[in-house]
Nanobody, 116 residues
């Protein structure tokens, strides 16, 4: 198992930027996939972006070209750089560590609100 702690959320105006961080309690070097998901009020949790141990990335169509996921294995941290934010990006953002079949861990989430 791994404990994940997200940070960096907050209130930002449309068009603004935020960088989310996800700090892991242990090495993420061997974790196959790290990712960010989000859940807006009244909606199901959805994938935002994932990154494999080799650095391959995958993005939801709605964030392509605006968001960038990265991982720093030396710091046991995954980042989500969010640019050109829109009101529809408002959600609780969750970090995920997928090491199936060993474990699949979630952080507690960080609120991102995009509003003028």
């Amino acid at each position: 198992q791994v404990q994940l702690v997200e940070s960096g959320g907050g209130l930002v105006q449309p068009g603004g930027s935020l960088r989310l961080s996800c700090a892991a309690s242990r090495s993420i070097f061997s974790i196959a996939s790290m990712g960010w998901y989000r859940q807006a009020p009244g909606k199901q949790r959805e994938l935002v972006a994932t990154i494999t141990g080799r650095g391959s990335t995958n993005y939801a169509d709605s964030v392509k070209g605006r968001f960038t996921i990265s991982r720093n294995n030396a710091k046991n941290t995954v980042y989500l750089q969010m640019n050109s934010l829109k009101p529809e990006d408002t959600a609780v953002y969750y970090c995920n560590a997928d090491a199936a079949p060993l474990f699949n861990s979630w952080g507690q989430g960080t609120q991102v609100t995009v509003s003028s």
